[in-house]
């Protein structure tokens, strides 16, 4: 294939691929430094620990981490708020619109469809911009950040919290807050790399969240509704954007892969701890 | 008849009487009586010529009536005088007192006094030099010259330094008299007027005096002692600390005896310096070359540095040779030809009683040759006093010293079976050893600080100072005010009635790697230390933040166990002086928590999760998190993998769908 013939449209503008670019950075720091603690008694942790200088080095990195968490939080209404401005449409037209990011019926029957084209009893769905897995990732993350970060504050002021709640609390937030994590860390590092990157259709990684675009091709067989619907409404020029520059390309692919390697290794690391300890 | 015959008997009887009565009239009649004697002898003309010398005979009757022989008469000594009428025959032969005093002139003729006399020695002192003629008085009399009181003079006569005897005649001793008179003896007797001190007879005997070198004079090296116990009985036991008593009655060759350090004539309590002995053993013994050939044929050099000893606490406390090489004997060429091994109990009893009982000194007593002695560790001439810095017994040096042995892969480390290893080493680099090595502070334990400089067992006996009994007491040397505390916590034997094993000091500090408290090293232990009693406790606690945390890199600085327990002073929360108890909690969590308040103090710092009927809340949480997890996990675990084979069959698909594309395009390229 000769490369001008390659059209590339756009999916994400710069302020979410920005926005995840902070989840990745400080979900990622989050989750070394966190497990770090929460296996403590393991070899890699204190490899960690030490690599890192300390503890402590960890506990401020945790923290620090943890405001720009808040952060990208706090910008995800921002992101939101832009996008319902844009729309034109009122709160809840917007929120219950097909393509929010908020599941709906349709996601429902497309789920069904999925697991049926699973066992060859029929075509695979025709998905639009959000399949229900990408809804459900970007919902995961407003309960997580929810749970671990409140239970993460009280652990962070433990002597403020307690002017409040009980101390035992403290013993409650300390697990909610790290089985939490295990889950949210165990399932970015599995189940979104598998649906996003490490599926077949995309291996070894799909670098649509750093560069913003993909390849037309890709939308016609991925996203036959939002491609249908696109050009139905004739608005399928106004995404086709110039291809990515190749430095560009090259940088997202060298942070992409650094990211899935450190989080690959630390849910491989946290899978042989676990086995390890309850084995012991 | 009866009558007749009583009247015979009678007249018989009458006879008898009167023939002795005659008798006795006929002998006063021919014998001289004193009072004849005095007639002629009490007149002061009286004279006699003899070689030239006028001689007065005469006799001061007083003095002799007051004498102790005033009874005797004088023919009773004078015998030849006794005549039926004056003048009596001259020259008579001089009064020999052996007439009457046999035993007493059999004794002093085997005397050095009675030898001299024998060979005519003019100087040689007879009876009556001593105790005078005809006015001789009983001793008790304070005019008798052998008067206690008056011994020293009546000797003195002679024995005084400069008159014609001492000029004529070898007595190895000087000053005699004045060193008497200035002795504790001579304080005694002329200063105090005790009549019960010594004087020269009391040690040398009236009649026998014999040269110390006979064996059988009361001065003898063999004598001696038994010389000075007459008085002083109970004198073994004044010197017990200094000298075995007993070896005094039992063993007397073994001990120096009592003049080697109370001078003889100079006795006072204080040791005189006796080293005219030293001289002569360096004689020999300066000599370098001076070697021993032994059985085997090995050589051994029996030199001696005189600059070594010099400079010993030996030295200084003016201990001659012969004072630990004891067995030398006049009788042998050389003196000290087999004399033996020195044996340091002589003087350093108690000691080398300790020393016994410990384990150096029972492998000594198996002759051991890895037995270390008293000379191992203490040197042999030049040993010098604790206190001296260049002493191998200075503390400081006491870690090198003992290493020599217990170094790892030296004698004592190589039959060592337990399983203390590396002790100096780690000894040298423990607060101890950095203290005492590195910093010079003194009072830092060394070796025998902890394990007794003599008395060092194995801490599995019972009698050993490190024993788990006794370790307490031993750092309570030093460490008094923790062991004050330690004894009002609840591992203390005294608050505890239990009969599981308390811990004891170096159960948490360890022995030879004890390092200060705050150190990262011992703050890791805590835990381990907790741990082997308090398992369940400690496994909690690595459930916790402060748990976790400290099992990564600078873990040291979260609450270990000490920090809430506290260390020394611990006491269950029940206690109202524990740091625990509900009035000292909070302030206790205030040393890391500055912002604690008695609803933070509810964190539980022992909480498990695992415990469903102690920690309801825990347990149910992590559990329904668990099933969240577990849910999730169900779910896209399921998609995933019925995801994984269709894509890579729909993959397959196209693949085959592609080639065959591209194959007709081919055709197509070629018609």
Redesign the interface.
Known sequence: MDEPQVKYVQRFTIFPRFLHFLVIISFLTLAVSGMALKFASERWAETVASFFGSFEVLGSLHRFMAVVTFTYFALNFVLMYQNWRKSGKSMLQFMLHKDSMIPNLNDAKELLQTFKWFFGMGPQPQYGRWTYWEKFDYMAVFWGVAVIGSTGLALWFPEQFTLVIPGYWINIATIIHSDEALLASGFIFTIHFFNTHLRPEKFPMDPVIFTGTMPLDELMHERPREYAELVAAGKLDEVIVPPTPRWFFVVSHVFGFTALAIGLTLVVSIIYSMIFLYVK | MLKVTEKQDWMKLLLIIFALLLAVQVQNAAAMTDEDCLDCHTDPDLTVEVDGKTVQLNVDGDKYMGSVHADNSCVSCHEEADVDEAPHPYPMARVDCANCHDDIAEIFANSLHGQALEKNDPYAPKCIDCHGKHDIVSLQDKNSPTYILNVPFTCGRCHQEGSPMTLTHDIPKKNILKNFSMSIHGEGLYRKGLTVTAVCTSCHTAHNVLPHTDPNSTISRLNVVKTCMKCHANIEEAHTKIVRGELWETEPHKVPACVECHGPHQARRVLYEDSLNDLFCLKCHGNPDLKLIMANGEEKSLFVNVEDFEHSIHKEKRIACAKCHVNVDHQKNPVCRDSGKVDCSICHAQVVDLYNKSTHGMLSAKDDKNAPLCSDCHGTHGIMSKSNSESPIFARNIPELCGSCHREGEKAALRYTGTQHDIIKHYQMSIHGRGLSQSGLMVSASCTNCHTAHSMLPSSNPESSVNRNNIIEACAQCHLGIAEKFSSSIHSPSVSKTDKKLPVCNDCHTSHTISRHDTAGFRGLILDECGTCHEHETDSY?E??H???S?????E??AKCSDCHGSHDILPAYYSESNLNRRHVVETCKKC?????R??????TH?T?HDRDK?P??YY??WG??G??VG??AF??I??L???P???R??FKKRREHSRENILKKDDDWS
């Open positions: 690595f916790t933040y748990g976790k945390a099992m990564l890199s600078g873990g600085k979260t928590h500055p912002g604690s308040n609803k933070f103090t509810g964190y539980l909480a999760h920690y809340y825990l949480t992590f998190i668990t969240l997890l999730t996990f896209f675990g998609h995933t019925f995801w994984m269709r894509s890579f729909e993959r």
